[in-house]
């Protein structure tokens, strides 16, 4: 590709990790979001203040084992969002990693560099990670494929913890294929033979969308219409209290605020950490959660997870937009980060893998990402269905 | 009861925090490992190197904040042994919890203080933490009832990170009820209308299990058979491997060495920290795991998970001792450490639910626990199965 990787600003630092041994990955190249360690370096999560706080990795994260151990050979390490805290992409510090296909347009985050790199042809494949839709929006925003996995099915042994109950690893390549070959071998896949029978549209989901994002997948959903049956649904089919995405989004938010403050509030308060305006106000949120409220969304979020998991049950697929909007333009403000959240929060809330395929562009060539979710643990069904391996 | 805080050596800080409002755990009391965050107060860990490295937490545990807002007093922060690595209960800065069923030998750990205060009668129940053993090793020591959940459905956040595919957060309790009715709140649980239809007795470790804990766990097996029907089953039924609890035993070992050293290695490294002798040599076992053996170990973990998975199905439990031996002396060496780890891995490795029963005693009268595991999720199935709540 003509992109260098200067150009680019994916890669926040450029170095060669052979992989152990030959493997079913033999040939093909990676890069590592900066919140996952690489030994000998520095994790240093897109923020200066944590860098200098932080000495270098004592030994490379699990998944980055498992990957040298197939075959596979890093490149580098990848630039993320402030300690992962955005849907944007674009690091205060570090700036705005290159996206391709809508080069005004912000790459989405908080794996920004992982999907630049990727979509830039700059590796084969990439990791991330994926708290509320840090793999998923990015990959939709460069026209990639996106994998977030059934959480805890990946190790996170050696990525720096933010809302344990919803991290995972998660994986950006450029095609289906790719994305599945690699996700089996982190899944440590057996072989299973199940297939889908049925894909359900969430119906609310695509209605809330733009118009343009809406325009973007009708192609898609006719094609998936001569592959698999298809049916009809709402919220209101799923869950039996009054679910709207902002119900939704606000049991996500409590959660996730919550467990990020455990996570990250004593380091804050003691280092008092240099923070882009938007990153600060996102810790500032955490902060001021009132965890008087934690228990109630607690128990929202198992109902949520409970009539998600029997509506898939073990062969169905849920379908939804990946975001309800197209990446903004470069340096705009987020106003509309709340909404996508609603619709990413559903695979967290219920911990079921996501994957997001670049199967739309608006009339101007942006990129749209369809999602389909399957049940926990239903990984495999979920990958076979969009890459015949 | 008769045996002071003081001399149960339970807890490490004593406190009280009051419920936020009344709620079906009102007028009960709780310690809480110090492993897990308190705000006002550091987490120490077990560890005086840990604690003087550490500022104290600014906000409670996700697990905290539902047993307070469901009316339940937290009376203090419960011993642990050093950062969790260890199943005897003997910290070598703090001494030895108290276990006052057999008060010359140890109470297991690392949740020692958790299950010494209830065990004394101090608290009504305990909030521990089991990553391979520590909550369910020092409940079948003491005598009491423990509980390790399926993995992922109790928040870790606010537990400090030690292998995070294994870490969980158990109870422990006096009673079978109190545990039930305590861990369907940290669940957030739903009306479930299960029953179990067939208990699995796994031979091989009642086979492996010393004479006197057979001897002991007799009679309660044999009113089990008056209750559910019963099947032998053996480890060359369930995998298709060659298993014996040795090989379990090393794959459990190598994926938990090596998360413990992306957890922790750094920081060690870092710190220096002084370590007792044996937790000394556990950290040394961590940090020269073979990590090049990482993605082969979980290749095995998943054939593992996906066996025992198939085996339980929706409504069967597997029944096994919850420890080959007894409780060891105090200050004896443990020499026995690496056989209990065989049979406590089923759980971790799968992430199944266990629940340990005090159902028997040794003819000295020493505490043996009789241990039942189900399926992934099925929680509820496996504590409404001895509670009848």
Chains 1, 2 share one sequence.
């Not at 989405?108 to 994926?130: H, Y």
Request: glycine share 8%.
């Amino acid at each position: 590709m003509a992109i260098s990787n200067l150009e680019s600003r994916a890669f926040t630092k450029l170095f060669e990790l052979s992989p152990y041994q030959s493997g079913v990955l033999s040939g093909l190249t990676f890069g590592v979001k900066d919140l996952i360690d690489i030994a000998g370096h520095k994790t240093g999560a897109g923020n200066p203040t944590w860098e200098s706080c932080h000495t270098e990795a004592v030994c490379h994260a699990i998944c980055v084992e498992q990957l040298l151990s197939n075959g596979a050979t890093c490149k580098g390490k990848t630039m993320t969002d402030e300690l992962a805290f955005s849907l944007l992409g674009e690091n205060f510090f570090y700036g705005t990693p290159f996206n391709p296909k809508a080069p005004d347009r912000v790459p989405g985050g908080s794996s920004s560099g992982s999907a630049s790199a990727v979509a830039c042809g700059q590796v084969d494949f990439a990791l991330g990670t994926d708290t509320g839709g840090s793999v998923r929006v990015p990959a939709s925003n460069c026209g990639i494929v996106g994998f977030r996995p059934s959480h805890g099915r990946i190790s996170v042994g050696g990525v720096i913890p933010f809302a344990p109950s919803f991290d995972t690893v998660g994986i950006l390549a450029r095609s289906e294929k790719l994305c599945a070959e690699v996700s089996y071998v982190l899944l440590a896949s057996e072989e299973k033979a199940d297939v889908v029978e049925e894909v359900l549209i969430l119906k609310d989901a695509f209605a809330m969308a733009d118009e343009e994002v809406r325009a973007a997948l009708e192609p898609a959903l006719k094609r998936l219409q001569q592959t698999y049956p298809i049916r009809q649904v709402t919220l209101e089919d799923i869950f039996d209290f009054e679910a709207t995405f902002d119900a939704i989004r606000q049991v996500y938010c409590t959660m996730q605020w919550a467990e990020v403050w455990s996570s990250l509030g004593a380091w804050i308060e003691n280092s008092r950490p240099a923070f882009g305006p938007l990153i600060a106000a996102h810790f500032e949120l955490a902060k001021k959660c009132d965890r008087t409220q934690i228990a109630e969304a607690v128990q929202k979020r198992v109902i949520i997870k409970n009539n998600l998991r029997s509506l898939l049950g073990s062969n169905s697929l849920l379908c939804i937009p990946t975001t309800p909007f197209l990446a903004p333009k470069k340096g705009s403000t987020a106003v509309h980060r709340s909404e996508t959240l609603g619709f990413t929060a559903l695979s967290g809330l219920a911990s079921l893998p996501q994957l997001t395929l670049p199967y739309g562009q608006s009339r101007e060539g942006v990129p749209v990402g369809l999602s389909f979710l399957a049940n926990h643990g239903n990984d495999e069904l979920l990958l076979r269905a969009f890459s015949d391996v």
